[in-house]
């Protein structure tokens, strides 16, 4: 997996025109309210590459974020989305997944720890 950092309008701009239809969205923050908490950065990836994504540029990447085919949350779909429509990402409307959910819809019975 290639890792890259996009801290810059010109570097956000760069992926806007690679970024693939279908990626995972993983935010990090500091734990507590997320109507309230500080947003420390995004991961966005697809099959073999991430990008860490600094807040301050997520204002140029909404668009193209929401307008991806399929979007799957990391972990917690309610927190991601509201840390994410506070800094300019609203996917409420767009095609979004979350994969703790999906893996329990696939097989209910199966082992769901973070190891499997």
Same mark, same amino acid.
Request: proline fraction near 3%; hydrophobic fraction near 40%.
């Given at each position: 997996?290639?890792?890259?950092?996009?801290?810059?309008?010109?570097?956000?701009?760069?992926?806007?025109?690679?970024?693939?239809?279908?990626?995972?969205?993983?935010?990090?923050? !500091?734990?507590?309210?997320?109507?309230? $908490?500080?947003?420390? =950065?995004?991961? *966005?990836?697809?099959? %073999?590459?991430?990008? /860490?994504?600094?807040?301050? !540029?997520?204002?140029?990447?909404?668009? $193209?974020?929401?307008? =991806?085919?399929? *979007?799957?949350?990391? %972990?917690?779909?309610? /927190?991601?989305?509201?840390?994410?429509?506070?800094?300019?990402?609203?996917?409420?409307?767009?095609?979004?997944?979350?994969?703790?959910?999906?893996?329990?819809?696939?097989?209910?019975?199966?082992?769901?720890?973070?190891?499997?």
């Amino acid at each position: 997996m290639n890792y890259y950092r996009i801290d810059t309008i010109k570097q956000a701009e760069a992926l806007i025109k690679i970024l693939p239809s279908v990626i995972a969205i993983d935010t990090e923050f !500091v734990k507590g309210n997320p109507r309230t $908490t500080e947003l420390l =950065s995004v991961i *966005v990836a697809d099959e %073999d590459r991430a990008w /860490c994504i600094s807040p301050s !540029v997520l204002p140029v990447l909404s668009a $193209t974020l929401r307008a =991806s085919k399929l *979007v799957f949350l990391q %972990d917690y779909n309610h /927190c991601d989305t509201i840390i994410l429509l506070r800094h300019g990402v609203d996917l409420r409307q767009t095609n979004c997944h979350n994969l703790i959910d999906m893996h329990h819809l696939l097989d209910e019975n199966a082992d769901h720890s973070l190891g499997t």
